[in-house]
T-cell receptor, first 115, second 113 residues
Framework: DGGITQSPKYLFRKEGQNVTLSCEQNLNHDAMYWYRQDPGQGLRLIYYSQIVNDFQKGDIAEGYSVSREKKESFPLTVTSAQKNPTAFYLC??????????????FGPGTRLTVL | KQEVTQIPAALSVPEGENLVLNCSFTDSAIYNLQWFRQDPGKGLTSLLLIQSSQREQTSGRLNASLDKSSGRSTLYIAASQPGDSATYLCAVPFTGGGNKLTFGTGTQLKVEL
């Protein structure tokens, strides 16, 4: 069963702590993405990676870090420098589909709450 | 900079009604447009991807159209059902390259019995 998994589904963090959100895909996609979604707002890109061992900042990278050591994994760390981390985090990957188009696929999300 | 707008932000309709969701984008140099559905607290599910060379794409009761020259796409839902209640988002490739997408803020649809 191909897809993207994210864990945990819910995560609670105390102020000053770093936490890591997991994202794994078995779609054999090169590109992976992390988005943040806040109520009433669209998706905002945090980081993306187009290939293993390479990643770029998105629009709101401050206070976040990522790594891409394996093709199937793209973990996101929310550091204590992120002042307002409570949000819904979505991981995605992009690959070629029928017709030669590139289509993005999403995981189920992780809801992070700062206590 | 590409900007994607979806109007209305929220929509409530009775079951059985045909409806149209709108998506506008400012830079027409796109090669495709993707429509997604998001249920509360869930990830996004891809509904339709329409290529710039196509004018329409259909999947079941859903029909998406694309008019690049006017910077608009519509998602038509026929015979709406309560199960169609969700937020619908459109996305276009980021015009600065990099295999990224620019998303609209979505239309929250409620189909009532």
């Amino acid at each position: 069963d191909g897809g993207i998994t994210q864990s945990p589904k819910y995560l609670f963090r105390k102020e000053g702590q770093n936490v890591t959100l997991s994202c794994e895909q078995n779609l054999n996609h090169d590109a992976m993405y992390w988005y943040r979604q806040d109520p009433g707002q669209g998706l905002r890109l945090i980081y993306y990676s187009q290939i293993v061992n390479d990643f770029q900042k998105g629009d709101i990278a401050e206070g976040y870090s990522v790594s891409r050591e394996k093709k199937e994994s793209f973990p996101l760390t929310v550091t204590s420098a992120q002042k307002n981390p409570t949000a819904f985090y979505l991981c995605a990957s992009m690959g070629m589909v029928a017709g030669g188009n590139y289509e993005q696929f999403f995981g189920p999300g992780t809801r992070l709450t700062v206590l | 900079k590409q900007e994607v707008t979806q109007i209305p932000a929220a929509l409530s309709v009775p079951e059985g009604e045909n409806l149209v969701l709108n998506c506008s984008f400012t830079d027409s140099a796109i090669y495709n447009l993707q429509w997604f559905r998001q249920d509360p607290g869930k990830g996004l599910t891809s509904l339709l991807l329409i290529q710039s060379s196509q004018r329409e794409q259909t999947s079941g009761r859903l029909n998406a159209s694309l008019d690049k020259s006017s910077g608009r796409s519509t998602l038509y839902i026929a015979a709406s059902q309560p199960g169609d209640s969700a937020t619908y988002l459109c996305a276009v490739p980021f015009t600065g390259g990099g295999n990224k997408l620019t998303f609209g803020t979505g239309t929250q649809l409620k189909v009532e019995l």
